[in-house]
Structure formats: C-alpha cells, structure tokens
T-cell receptor, first 114, second 115 residues
Framework: AQKITQTQPGMFVQEKEAVTLDCTYD???????LFWYKQPSSGEMIFLIY??????QNATEGRYSLNFQKARKSANLVISASQLGDSAMYFC???????????FGSGTQLTVLP | NAGVTQTPKFRILKIGQSMTLQCTQD?????MYWYRQDPGMGLKLIYY???????DKGEVPNGYNVSRSTTEDFPLRLELAAPSQTSVYFC??????????????FGPGTRLTVL
C-alpha cells in the first residue's frame, strides 16, 4: 500500500483565491511527522511546513497551513491568497517512528491563473 | 550561505560508464540522504547516512554505492550506468537535534541521462 497518497495530479486556482492540496498517509507508528515541499520548475525542493503527529494544533507558516485530521489520516496543505509564484509541484512526505528518512507522495502540479 | 551543494548539475553517461555525484553540506548536519526523482514522480530514497562512517540502504539502492568519510561530504557512486538510472538526483541533509522538527534541506539536484 502507498504510504503517501496525493490524488490530485494537477490543480488550477485563480490568483488571490485559496486552494487545498490533498494528502493522505498510511502508518502504524504513533509517532510520525508530515512535511510539504514545493518544487518550482527550476527543480529545487523547498520546505514549506511541518506537522508532528502529537501536535494538537494545525501548523501554519505565513500563507501556508496544514489541515491535519489524524483520525482520517489526512494532512492537506492550504495555500491562502494564491500568487502566480505559487505555481509549482507540491509534495507531501512522511517520516515514521524513529526513522529520519522521508517517504514522498507523487506530487500535485498547481497552476495559478491570472 | 551555501547549504547543500551538488556537482555536476548535468551529466550524460554512456551505458556501462561510472561516475560519482558529489554532495557537500556546510551546516554541520549529521544526517545526509540521496534521493532520485524519476519524471513526474516523487522522490525515492537511495541511501542515507547518520554520521561519518555510517551508511544504510534506502528504498532503491541497487546500482549505487555511497561512502561518508567526513561530516560534510556524501558522494554517490554509479558503477555501471544503465538507462534505468536516468533521473534527477537530490542530496539532502538534516540536523541531529530533536527529531520531531528535523527538516531536510535539499541541494539543487543533478540531472543524469544514461544513453
């Protein structure tokens, strides 16, 4: 079974609107971390936001927030007030238990329309 | 403020050739990783290291070797290049502090084509 599932290969959003990128995960560990990375067309991987499994509040970083629903095993990324520069591939990733390495989803290509 | 650097940025290899992808970090991070990203896909872990002299296999280690003689450097070796190794290779590093907030920082990637 896939550990990280991103079901939206591509998404479109109008500039200045909010958008939600979906991510579901599968783990039997009680302790885990969830990450979102952005990959622009230039190719680099940019860390956006982190959510720990024991964190009681949803993580926020500027215009990025993580809608963490533990019982549903989902960790959706919400981008508010989309900008043209937000057009990129977005990856959800998980770190399980005592491991340090990440498992990535297949990504969602977000296009922001003017 | 270099962070994680990788060389070369691009490389074309012939089948059967060998090469080493270089990765250096200047953040004194204990943990380092090599990932590959195939077109339209997420990243898959090849090898990782928890410190100098200690390495371990990830999800897709076949066809690769690594070494970690210093904290800063983590080279990835391809011995007999195959077309299936055509990919973009990312090196990353992370700290040895509290695992919960341990974030991986990525290099710019190496785009490798095997013909």
């Amino acid at each position: 079974a896939q550990k990280i599932t991103q079901t939206q290969p591509g998404m479109f959003v109008q500039e200045k609107e909010a958008v939600t990128l979906d991510c579901t995960y599968d783990t039997s560990d009680q302790s885990y971390g969830l990450f979102w990375y952005k990959q622009p067309s230039s190719g680099e991987m940019i860390f956006l936001i982190y959510q720990g499994s024991y964190d009681e509040q949803n993580a926020t970083e500027g215009r990025y927030s993580l809608n963490f629903q533990k019982a549903r095993k989902s960790a959706n990324l919400v981008i508010s007030a989309s900008q043209l520069g937000d057009s990129a591939m977005y990856f959800c990733a998980m770190r399980e238990g005592s491991a340090r390495q990440l498992t990535f989803g297949s990504g969602t290509q977000l296009t922001v329309l003017p | 403020n270099a962070g994680v650097t990788q060389t070369p940025k691009f490389r074309i290899l012939k089948i059967g050739q060998s090469m080493t992808l270089q990765c250096t970090q200047d953040m004194n991070h204990n943990y380092m990783y090599w990932y590959r990203q195939d077109p339209g896909m997420g990243l898959k872990l090849i090898y990782y290291s928890v410190g100098a002299g200690i390495t371990d296999k990830g999800e897709v280690p076949n066809g690769y070797n690594v070494s970690r003689s210093t904290t800063e450097d983590f080279p990835l070796r391809l011995e007999l290049a195959a077309p299936s190794q055509t990919s973009v290779y990312f090196c990353a590093s992370s700290t040895n502090r509290d695992r919960g907030t341990d974030t991986q920082y990525f290099g710019p990637g190496t785009r490798l084509t095997v013909l």
